[in-house]
């Protein structure tokens, strides 16, 4: 919860911030804006009907009542001077229509459109079309939210950035220098931190819905890589098969051993080896001929070895059509990008989706990437032409009749009616008692309470997730996700560092501690690829892309450029007279741990034997690493340094 006392009152001068459709959406978007000291304006068609009764009085003098598609009411609203439009009706056709008039009025302003998922395709070509407009769909950022919820396992969050996978959890890698903790507002300094880290470090891929074939496609491939040698792929391919699979191999290999033996009777086992490839392969004519000789073979067995070949023959030919048809279906989906349907097998411990429509698509899109079974109720045809890859049931009862005996991992019920979604909640709890439920609350500040009666189930709200984005990209950021960790909402942003910029200079530990932003990536200028999880001295130039997670608190304090001091102090003796070789090994320690320049950490040393040095924690403790290593007397302290450092 943002503190209302933090945030500066409205400055002189100051633009405002436009606020068009006051619904609950929108008064949630206010309530976020009121603690930052931001002048307001407001529009809406009719006197809106508050959520607080104090908001009646307070903002009934900044609210202009017209349509928000009219210039005159844009202009007396004051449109024109606003630094951000925020177009936030429930209609996102009104919305869009709204946008084009703001843009004609002001060039500059930053414009956020509220859209609903028929007009998403036509949001994208605006923000690619229209300087500063960005298009925020509360209901799809919920796609996310649900994903972590649902999503077996012990990590709280998982997500991309720059190509990388990353994931929030409460345990620790042995190797720090891939790790960082994560930033939430109002916790106390390394008491019961998270961490995220990036996913390729430690973690393996999960099972799910395969192809037929699959499991014997990738016991081939585990067979050509090391250290997973014969003997560990065949034993694996057979927990992972089927009944059904495990007879067709078993027939087809005894087949061959005995074909060996019969049809190599009179020309040795090279020969019958030979023939048994062949028939196995689908031919006939060559094997036989082969078999019968010159001479025409031995009449009195021809019946018998006819019919044995013709039988060999045509299994060969169904084996050979198999693999065919495989082959040409993979090609087939690789080239149209179609994906097919997979089945359950014994061992799936699958994901239920009850409705959603294009929401619960999004959903299932991620789980089926991380190879999870997913099955979906969904009635509509258009919904079930779009996710190829999921399990389908028409009804619920459908779906639990086909479910029946297994252990369902996570359930999460999206039909968008509350008392039916909290009926089929407590009805699927008594059902599977150990899995994860999900719903969606459709007003803000109930999801926690709610989830609570419902024994733990996670109530997810669309509108405070897609309230703190709007907030967000009205300040000029570019929302990436939003999850919601530990009862925050911390915002994937990514962001530019340009010249003059005032995190140019400093290090990455300073945007830490100092912004609470916690930093995923950087992306230097020439770079080949990103750098997951810098270190803490990294510096920052001109130039670098970074992909953050944040609070709206932090992006708010980053905006106006109050960075909080350093909460840790070093103290050090250097010895006198300081040696040339030690002073320029001191000089480059400080230089890279506290993004000094070589110049000013060279005068420090000179102009001060004793010195205390305000330090943020991590950054101290590298330091301390390195004076021990010179012999250097040091000591690091921790909250006590705080009052020691520059206001």
């Given at each position: 919860m943002i503190n209302a006392l933090d945030g500066p009152g409205p400055g002189p001068g100051m633009a405002p911030v436009l606020v068009c459709g006051l619904g609950a959406f929108g008064q949630a978007v206010i309530g976020r804006l009121l603690p930052f000291g931001i002048p307001l304006r407001l529009l809406d068609r009719a006197p809106p009907d508050w959520r607080k009764p104090e908001w009646a009085e307070t903002l009934q003098p900044l609210l202009t009542l017209g349509d928000m598609r009219k210039p005159h009411a844009l202009r007396l609203a004051g449109a024109e001077q606003a630094r951000s439009v925020l177009l936030l009706s429930s209609d996102g056709g009104i919305n869009v229509e709204a946008a084009l008039q703001v843009r004609l009025l002001n060039a500059t302003a930053e414009i956020v459109i509220r859209s609903s998922g028929d007009l998403d395709g036509l949001g994208t070509?605006?923000?690619?079309?229209?300087?500063?407009?960005?298009?925020?769909?509360?209901?799809?950022?919920?796609?996310?939210?649900?994903?972590?919820?649902?999503?077996?396992?012990?990590?709280?969050?998982?997500?991309?950035?720059?190509?990388?996978?990353?994931?929030?959890?409460?345990?620790?890698?042995?190797?720090?220098?891939?790790?960082?903790?994560?930033?939430?507002?109002?916790?106390?300094?390394?008491?019961?931190?998270?961490?995220?880290?990036?996913?390729?470090?430690?973690?393996?891929?999960?099972?799910?819905?395969?192809?037929?074939?699959?499991?014997?496609?990738?016991?081939?491939?585990?067979?050509?890589?090391?250290?997973?040698?014969?003997?560990?792929?065949?034993?694996?391919?057979?927990?992972?098969?089927?009944?059904?699979q495990r007879l067709l191999v078993a027939v087809v290999l005894l087949m061959a051993l005995a074909g060996i033996r019969l049809f190599g009777s009179q020309g040795g086992w090279v020969q019958g080896l030979f023939v048994t490839s062949a028939l196995l392969k689908g031919d006939y004519v060559d094997p036989t001929n082969v078999l019968l000789g010159p001479q025409g073979g031995?009449?009195?067995?021809?019946?018998?070895?006819?019919?044995?070949?013709?039988?060999?023959?045509?299994?060969?030919?169904?084996?050979?059509?198999?693999?065919?048809?495989?082959?040409?279906?993979?090609?087939?989906?690789?080239?149209?990008?179609?994906?097919?349907?997979?089945?359950?097998?014994?061992?799936?411990?699958?994901?239920?989706?009850?409705?959603?429509g294009s929401l619960a698509t999004r959903v299932a899109q991620i789980l089926g990437k991380e190879r999870h079974a997913v099955v979906r109720v969904e009635a509509e045809e258009k919904v079930r032409q779009e996710d190829g890859q999921s399990l389908f049931a028409t009804t619920l009862e459908q779906a639990r009749v086909r479910l029946r005996g297994r252990a369902v991992r996570s359930v999460a019920l999206l039909s968008g009616q509350l008392l039916a979604?909290?009926?089929?909640?407590?009805?699927?709890?008594?059902?599977?008692?150990?899995?994860?439920?999900?719903?969606?609350?459709?007003?803000?500040?109930?999801?926690?309470?709610?989830?609570?009666?419902?024994?733990?189930?996670?109530?997810?709200?669309?509108?405070?997730?897609?309230?703190?984005?709007?907030?967000a990209t009205a300040f000029g950021e570019r929302v990436e996700g939003v999850w919601r960790i530990r009862g925050q909402n911390l915002l994937q942003v990514r962001y530019q560092v340009c010249p003059g910029d005032t995190l140019v200079g400093n290090t990455v530990s300073r945007l830490d501690h100092g912004y609470g932003l916690t930093v995923l990536s950087l992306q230097r200028t020439g770079q080949p690829r990103p750098l997951a999880i810098p270190s803490p001295g990294t510096l920052l130039a001109a130039g670098d892309q970074l992909v953050v997670l944040a609070s709206l608190h932090a992006l708010r304090r980053l905006e106006q450029g109050r960075i909080r001091p350093p909460t840790a102090v070093l103290t050090l003796q250097l010895p006198q007279p300081l040696p040339p070789e030690l002073a320029l090994t001191l000089q480059q320690s400080l230089a890279r741990r506290l993004g000094m320049a070589p110049a000013e950490a060279?005068?420090?040393?000179?102009?001060?034997?004793?010195?205390?040095?305000?330090?943020?924690?991590?950054?101290?403790?590298?330091?301390?690493?390195d004076l021990q290593r010179q012999a250097i007397q040091v000591s690091l302290e921790g909250e006590a340094g705080a009052s020691l450092a520059p206001g």
């Open positions: 070509l605006l923000e690619q079309r229209l300087p500063k407009v960005a298009v925020v769909n509360p209901q799809m950022l919920s796609a996310g939210a649900l994903v972590q919820a649902l999503r077996p396992g012990p990590q709280l969050a998982r997500f991309e950035a720059q190509g990388e996978t990353f994931e929030v959890r409460e345990t620790p890698l042995e190797d720090h220098r891939f790790q960082r903790p994560v930033r939430l507002e109002g916790a106390a300094e390394g008491q019961g931190s998270l961490l995220v880290m990036p996913l390729r470090f430690y973690a393996p891929q999960p099972r799910g819905l395969r192809a037929p074939g699959h499991a014997l496609v990738s016991t081939l491939v585990a067979v050509l890589r090391k250290p997973v040698g014969p003997a560990q792929a065949l034993l694996r391919w057979v927990r992972q098969s089927t009944l059904l031995p009449h009195g067995s021809d019946g018998v070895l006819v019919t044995t070949t013709l039988l060999y023959s045509l299994v060969g030919t169904l084996l050979s059509s198999a693999l065919v048809a495989l082959i040409l279906d993979q090609l087939l989906l690789a080239r149209l990008g179609a994906r097919r349907t997979g089945r359950l097998r014994r061992e799936d411990q699958p994901i239920l989706l009850v409705g959603g979604d909290l009926q089929g909640t407590l009805e699927l709890q008594d059902l599977w008692p150990g899995a994860r439920f999900a719903l969606l609350a459709r007003s803000e500040g109930t999801g926690e309470r709610l989830g609570n009666l419902l024994g733990g189930a996670s109530v997810i709200s669309p509108i405070e997730l897609g309230a703190d984005v709007v907030v060279s005068a420090l040393l000179h102009a001060h034997p004793n010195l205390r040095l305000p330090v943020d924690p991590d950054c101290g403790a590298l330091l301390l690493r």
